[in-house]
């Protein structure tokens, strides 16, 4: 059976376009998704429901390139204001009845891999320079017109019952370099990080 999409929504993601060859037998579908549109970028995948149980299991897995940040983190409380693109893979199980139930059920792995971009709202290599030195104000590292322009950003997530976590977040820019631990909820849509910059030696200030 081929199928096209025009939006799909799952439990945690929003598809702005699906392409699929879908096939089921004994209670099993399986689906080879040929094409994807989301958040800005584009990829493949494959998805399996096997209702054979007592409660229906799901089984995805997407690549994705293109996939620009700032949508990705839209829905997400308290997400920092982070504009680029790039990668992302996901290989997800879950199971239950409802969206509520198959969210918190979430397990499996998640990896981001994005380029060149920033983080509005605050100039991290400011706030890295001052941590590491005498200075006790933050003036003109924060809020306003403040930014962090960075050459990369990776982070690898282990999901369980709808948590993300991830212990590798790692940021590098040319002023400083930033690495990161935390959680996020799928379910709540709420972020919590610790993150810790560090400047680079010999830029100004350090």
């Known amino acids: 059976l081929l199928l096209t999409i025009g939006t799909l929504t799952l439990p945690g993601f929003k598809l702005d376009k699906v392409a699929l060859d879908a096939a089921l037998h004994g209670g099993v579908l399986k689906a080879t998704i040929g094409s994807l549109t989301a958040y800005g970028g584009s990829g493949k995948g494959t998805a399996t429901v096997d209702t054979t149980g007592a409660v229906a299991v799901f089984h995805n897995v997407v690549d994705m390139n293109g996939v620009r940040t700032e949508l990705l983190f839209a829905q997400m409380a308290g997400a920092p204001r982070i504009t680029g693109s790039g990668a992302v893979h996901l290989d997800?199980?879950?199971?239950?009845?409802?969206?509520?139930?198959?969210?918190?059920?979430?397990?499996?792995?998640?990896t981001v891999s994005f380029g060149a971009g920033a983080i509005s709202g605050v100039d991290l290599g400011a706030v890295a320079r001052l941590l590491q030195s005498t200075a006790n104000l933050l003036d003109g590292a924060v809020g306003g017109g403040s930014r962090t322009e960075f050459s990369s950003l990776s982070a690898s997530f282990t999901l369980q019952n709808g948590v993300a976590r991830t212990g590798d977040f790692h940021l590098t820019a040319p002023t400083m370099t930033m690495t990161g631990a935390g959680t996020v909820n799928l379910a709540t849509h709420q972020i919590d990080f610790r993150f810790e910059p560090t400047a680079r030696v010999g830029v100004a200030g350090v």
Do not use: A, P, Q
Not at 93 to 110: A, Q
């Open 92 to 110: 997800l199980t879950s199971h239950g009845f409802s969206e509520t139930d198959i969210v918190k059920n979430l397990g499996g792995k998640l």
